[in-house]
């Protein structure tokens, strides 16, 4: 079992920046892959993020390349998502995930186990 909680959300401007934190608990965490991402209303869950076990290998959706970071610390069991340059298409819940195996770092499926999400919301 994994747990997972995030934190950080909040309304910003366009172009403005937030840092969201995803804390993990119940697994060693540096044996799972952690991965983010958004839903908007009446839209179906989007891949936003990915990050490897070890940290070394990133993953982004194009829509969010070159605005927004992922990383992680093994030693604090916690990933983060560095926004930058928001715009409100960017507006959504962001979900925290965590997958154990075989993780196709985009499919939702895949991941195992979920936060309850953090609202973030872009004013233009």
């Known amino acids: 079992q994994v747990q997972l909680v995030e934190s950080g959300g909040g309304l910003v401007q366009a172009g403005g920046s937030l840092r969201l934190s995803c804390a993990a608990s119940?697994?060693?965490?540096?044996?799972?892959?952690m991965g983010w991402f958004r839903q908007a209303p009446g839209k179906e869950r989007e891949f936003v993020a990915a990050?490897?076990?070890?940290?070394?290998?990133?993953y982004y959706a194009d829509s969010v390349k070159g605005r927004f970071t992922i990383s992680r610390d093994n030693a604090k069991n916690t990933v983060y998502l560095q926004m930058n340059s928001l715009i409100p298409e960017d507006t959504a819940g962001y979900y925290c995930?965590?997958?154990?195996?075989?993780?196709?770092?985009?499919?939702?499926?895949?991941?195992?186990?979920w936060g309850q999400g953090t609202q973030v919301t872009v004013s233009s």
């Open positions: 990050i490897s076990r070890s940290g070394g290998n990133t």
């Open positions: 995930a965590a997958g154990v195996s075989g993780v196709r770092v985009g499919v939702p499926a895949d991941y195992g186990y």
């Open positions: 119940g697994r060693t965490f540096s044996s799972i892959v």
